[in-house]
């Protein structure tokens, strides 16, 4: 498993900081996988990235297909 899904496993209860995130990390699999702070807010960086770049993509589609207008007009 990759140090992005475990990040994900435990945020899909809720959102955390980054300080809350390492303290869960560390109590839930700290004993079997040491990730420091130097892993864990690049991670996190790129993952609001990656969260950024969908956005915008979606919000590109919504411009170019108002509501109410359907995507193939040969329909």
Known sequence: MSLRYAILAILRVGALSGYD????????VGHVWHAPDSQIYPELAQDGAR?????RG???R???HPAGVPRDPGR
Do not use: G, P
């Not at 995130?21 to 839930?28: A, E, N, V």
């Not at 969260?51 to 956005?55: K, L, M, Q, V, Y």
């Open 62 to 64: 919504r411009a170019r």
């Open 58 to 60: 979606a919000d590109a």
């Open 51 to 55: 969260r950024a770049h969908r956005r």
């Open 21 to 28: 995130l390492q303290k869960q990390f560390s109590q839930s």
